[in-house]
């Protein structure tokens, strides 16, 4: 009687229309700022979100997603000077590809350095 009710359709589709539904709300989110230090430079901050499921990034992964919006951005000179993801478990970091929630910020910055008189 409990193998019959496991494998009934109508239950079945119903779980797949559950997962469905999970999957769009865990979706991923992401934020790109930039900051002027003269007229040709600055610095700037991006930062991302990302679910993964069963080693899944959905839909990518969070470094990956913040990479990307910082390098749309298509600025000159771009230099990554600092990058973080959180959480970050060292050798038991596999823990978290069974089902978890990454958050990446990368920081830099871009445009022609300032020119010291002098120099």
């Known amino acids: 009687m409990f193998l019959t009710m ?4 109508r239950r079945f589709r119903s779980m797949r229309w559950t997962c469905a539904a999970l ?11 930039f900051e002027r230090d003269t007229a040709t ?17 959905l839909p990518k992964g969070a470094m ?23 959480p970050y478990l060292g050798p038991f970091d596999f823990l978290l590809d069974i089902i978890g929630v990454r958050w990446a910020r990368v920081k830099g910055t871009w445009g022609a350095a300032p020119s010291t008189p002098g120099f």
Do not use: H
């Open 41 to 57: 430079s600055g610095t700037f901050e991006s930062t991302a979100v990302a679910v993964t499921l069963i080693s899944f990034d």
């Open 64 to 86: 990956l997603i913040a990479r990307e919006n910082v390098s749309d951005a298509n600025l000159a000179n771009m230099i990554v000077t600092e990058t973080k993801v959180v």
């Open 6 to 9: 496991r494998l009934d359709p």
């Open 23 to 33: 999957l769009l709300l865990l979706g991923s989110c992401a934020d790109l700022s």
